[in-house]
């Protein structure tokens, strides 16, 4: 009998959206495709030539093994392919989309003996927190809730209508640096500066009211301790802002700054790209790339 293959993709994702640390995220129309098979021993195979790890601490594997053990399951191994289209450790998900998939794709191969609901708390338990998670695994602007193990969702289909400029740096910054970086204690006042601003940036986006953005998305929890680790941050944000994007923030941990137009803004972008190439020397690290909305999530063929 022929052998079976699953083929999972996911969305690249863009958490916290400014106000909303740990809680908000949505998914984006970038992918990373896997493979997954049965196998006697842990077979990894990068398809782009991207430096992963091989062994059984490839992060796919280890996310995919959690769902052997959760199940009580011996695993020897599994043969699994990967083509990473989502850049690394530049706040889009790729992370994320690896525990997802591994999660889905071992789920696939044992009959899909766990609900949506245990895969969204098994990688949010091995992610710490379900910002990228749950919309790399829904789709869509997710609102997330991590409470005493248990994960709580509303999952809000994204205005097709909206475009996401992701300024992409060539530098990586990784999370664990960007989170330690944030103070252990924070005052009342700005707890309340981002709860009002979080509700805010989520009934903006269910109402469409984006005019609301440029405020909603400002924050007082994260993005000033992280822009000095962005070079050149400070100032794309004053450019998608003066250029007329409705919001801008870190995309998730950074060093991604995310601006949120409309699609059929040409000019943002044409104007964006001209002066990243043009501009100062802080400036050309970016890349700009045009995203759209993803709605529908991880898919399972
Ligand atoms: N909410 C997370 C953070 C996203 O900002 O650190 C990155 O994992």
């Given at each position: 009998?022929?052998?079976r293959?699953v083929?999972?993709?996911?969305?690249a994702?863009s958490?916290?959206?400014?106000?909303g640390f740990?809680s908000?995220?949505?998914?984006?129309?970038l992918y990373n495709e896997?493979?997954f098979?049965a196998?006697?021993?842990?077979?990894?195979?990068?398809?782009?030539?991207s430096?992963?790890?091989?062994g059984?601490?490839?992060?796919v594997?280890r996310?995919?093994?959690?769902?052997y053990?959760?199940?009580?399951?011996?695993l020897?191994?599994?043969?699994i392919t990967?083509?990473n289209?989502?850049?690394m450790?530049?706040?889009?998900?790729?992370?994320?989309a690896?525990?997802?998939?591994?999660?889905?794709?071992?789920?696939?191969?044992l009959g899909?003996k766990?609900?949506?609901?245990?895969?969204?708390?098994l990688?949010?338990?091995?992610?710490g927190?379900?910002?990228?998670?749950?919309?790399a695994?829904?789709?869509?602007f997710?609102?997330?809730?991590y409470?005493?193990?248990?994960?709580?969702?509303?999952?809000?289909?994204?205005?097709?209508d909206?475009?996401f400029?992701?300024?992409i740096?060539?530098?990586?910054?990784?999370?664990?640096?960007a989170r330690a970086?944030?103070?252990q204690?924070?005052?009342?006042?700005d707890?309340?500066y981002?709860?009002?601003?979080?509700?805010l940036?989520?009934?903006?986006?269910?109402?469409?009211?984006y005019?609301?953005?440029?405020?909603?998305?400002?924050?007082a929890?994260?993005?000033q301790?992280?822009l000095?680790?962005?070079e050149?941050?400070?100032?794309?944000?004053?450019?998608?802002?003066d250029?007329?994007?409705?919001g801008v923030?870190?995309?998730?941990?950074?060093p991604?700054?995310?601006?949120v137009?409309?699609?059929?803004?040409?000019?943002f972008f044409d104007?964006?790209?001209a002066?990243?190439r043009t501009?100062?020397?802080k400036?050309?690290h970016?890349?700009?790339?045009?995203l759209?909305?993803?709605?529908?999530?991880?898919?399972?063929?």
């Amino acid at each position: 009998m022929a052998q079976r293959t699953v083929k999972v993709t996911v969305p690249a994702t863009s958490a916290n959206v400014g106000a909303g640390f740990d809680s908000l995220g949505l998914a984006l129309s970038l992918y990373n495709e896997f493979t997954f098979a049965a196998a006697d021993r842990v077979r990894i195979t990068p398809l782009d030539g991207s430096r992963i790890p091989l062994g059984p601490n490839n992060l796919v594997y280890r996310s995919a093994r959690a769902v052997y053990d959760q199940l009580g399951l011996p695993l020897k191994g599994l043969a699994i392919t990967q083509t990473n289209a989502i850049p690394m450790t530049r706040g889009l998900g790729s992370s994320s989309a690896c525990i997802v998939a591994g999660i889905l794709g071992a789920n696939a191969l044992l009959g899909g003996k766990l609900t949506a609901q245990q895969m969204l708390t098994l990688a949010t338990a091995i992610e710490g927190h379900p910002d990228n998670v749950a919309p790399a695994l829904l789709g869509g602007f997710v609102t997330s809730v991590y409470d005493e193990g248990q994960v709580y969702t509303v999952k809000k289909d994204i205005d097709p209508d909206l475009a996401f400029a992701a300024f992409i740096p060539d530098f990586r910054l990784l999370t664990a640096k960007a989170r330690a970086v944030l103070p252990q204690m924070i005052s009342h006042k700005d707890a309340v500066y981002n709860l009002s601003r979080a509700a805010l940036a989520t009934a903006a986006f269910c109402e469409g009211s984006y005019s609301l953005l440029r405020v909603a998305t400002k924050d007082a929890l994260h993005q000033q301790y992280r822009l000095p680790l962005i070079e050149g941050g400070d100032e794309v944000f004053d450019l998608a802002q003066d250029l007329g994007a409705a919001g801008v923030y870190i995309s998730g941990a950074g060093p991604t700054i995310m601006a949120v137009v409309h699609k059929d803004d040409a000019d943002f972008f044409d104007r964006a790209d001209a002066a990243l190439r043009t501009g100062s020397d802080k400036l050309r690290h970016f890349t700009l790339r045009r995203l759209l909305a993803d709605n529908v999530g991880a898919v399972v063929e």
